[in-house]
């Protein structure tokens, strides 16, 4: 184990959230909802919506997370639960439940005010629920936005084994494309990928998710770190197992070398099982979820390398979060991958393709680098430009332009 070792430094800042317009009544629909289920998508509408609601009423429609099942004010928001909590995952395979998604829209028809808004943004995720509002509500013209984290239409043949439910899927996510008055693509990856159904370019814009830079810049860095660690959900297409096969590589080259793996999901037993196989248990440590965001940045900030090995990323908060923290990044060279787009400078990180022999030799450089300490210092102001305060208020231009203009 080699963690890195922090200097003291003076506490990082940034400028605060500047309103870019007249107050707007902003809706945000989406089944989860941060700090009660953690996700990228929940995080940022949780970040970008507490810092408009300075200056806007934003409301939040929701399942019903929380103390109970009346509505409440989630720090300045109104949040709105128009269900009860039902599970998103159908079990044990870590795939979206069909009957979930389908009740979260049935009771958002319901519950949706009709024309009392100035925009109303539905999340990508389930789909149905946004499908729903524009195929059963046409009488309401309020302007809507469908804020796309990542495409799926090339990736359905090995989400779902049934053939039919294949070509419906694909239906449903083209066709809110298509109904969506505008979209908003978290990256210019996912904008590619929505362009290549055929949709109107015009009409897509790119808002990336962000992270909290002074948070992050100023977390204080674990006792015991890894030389690599990587924090997400452990699903097939996250390709973690990669990971673990890499750890073996280098135990075999020579290297005394440990990883620590953050989250859960469905294919925690299986890495459980790689890990006990390849007699890894004193290298690779499987923590689960850590409740406490501060002690997953602690991690992040003592450890050596992040490793993001995902096919599909929309964005890749997680990445984003560990050059904040001075961690740099090695992430898989996928076209869906759109973490790429992060560690395009060599400062950054750097992108891996399979086999894991591949990945083993990029972390053998990095881990063993004899590094500058500036370039830790340029890692962390890559994570400024991209804070919540920034990105909320471009996400607020946006809002005022569509409000403007009007549903077409």
């Not at 962000?210 to 690599?228: H, K, M, R």
């Not at 560990?322 to 973490?339: E, F, H, I, K, Q």
């Not at 890559?382 to 804070?387: E, P, Q």
């Amino acid at each position: 184990m080699s963690p890195v070792q922090a200097r003291p430094q003076a506490p990082q800042t940034v400028e605060p959230y500047t309103p870019q317009g007249e107050e707007l009544a902003i809706g945000f629909v989406s089944d989860v909802m941060y700090p009660f289920h953690v996700g990228g998508a929940e995080k940022r509408i949780y970040e970008i919506g507490r810092r408009l609601s300075e200056n806007h009423e934003v409301h939040l429609f929701t399942m019903g997370w929380g103390q109970d099942g009346a509505d409440e004010m989630l720090d300045g928001m109104h949040m709105h639960k128009v269900g009860p909590v039902r599970s998103v995952y159908a079990d044990g395979d870590g795939r979206r439940s069909t009957r979930s998604s389908l009740l979260f829209a049935k009771d958002c028809l319901r519950a949706i005010p009709t024309n009392e808004f100035d925009v109303l943004d539905f999340t990508q995720a389930p789909y149905l629920h946004f499908l729903a509002h524009r195929l059963f509500k046409p009488w309401d013209f309020t302007p809507t936005i469908f804020t796309v984290h990542d495409t799926w239409w090339p990736h359905w043949d090995d989400y779902l084994s049934n053939p039919i439910q294949r070509q419906l899927a694909r239906w449903v996510e083209k066709t809110s494309y298509q109904l969506a008055d505008e979209i908003l693509a978290v990256s210019q990856t996912t904008a590619y990928g929505i362009r290549q159904t055929g949709v109107d370019p015009d009409k897509i814009h790119v808002a990336p998710n962000g992270v909290d830079f002074e948070q992050l810049a100023n977390s204080t860095p674990d006792e015991d770190g890894y030389d690599i660690v990587y924090t997400g959900r452990l699903n097939g297409y996250k390709n973690v197992d990669l990971l673990v096969q890499a750890v073996k590589c280098l135990e075999a080259w020579g290297h005394d070398v440990c990883a620590g793996i953050v989250g859960q999901g469905p294919e925690r037993e299986h890495l459980e099982e790689l890990v006990h196989d390849q007699h890894l248990e004193d290298r690779v440590e499987l923590l689960g979820y850590l409740p406490d965001i501060e002690d997953v940045y602690g991690l992040m900030k003592a450890s050596n390398v992040l490793v993001q090995p995902s096919n599909v990323e929309g964005f890749g908060i997680v990445a984003l979060e560990a050059l904040s923290t001075g961690t740099p990044v090695l992430t898989l060279d996928s076209a869906t991958n759109a973490t790429t787009e992060l560690v395009l400078d060599d400062e950054l990180g750097d992108t891996f393709g399979p086999p894991a022999t591949n990945l083993a030799a990029k972390l053998e450089r990095w881990i063993y680098r004899d590094e500058d300490p500036r370039k830790k210092t340029v890692r962390q102001q890559f994570g400024r430009v991209l804070d919540w305060n920034r990105v909320a208020e471009r996400v607020d231009r946006l809002y005022h332009d569509v409000a403007e203009r009007g549903a077409p």
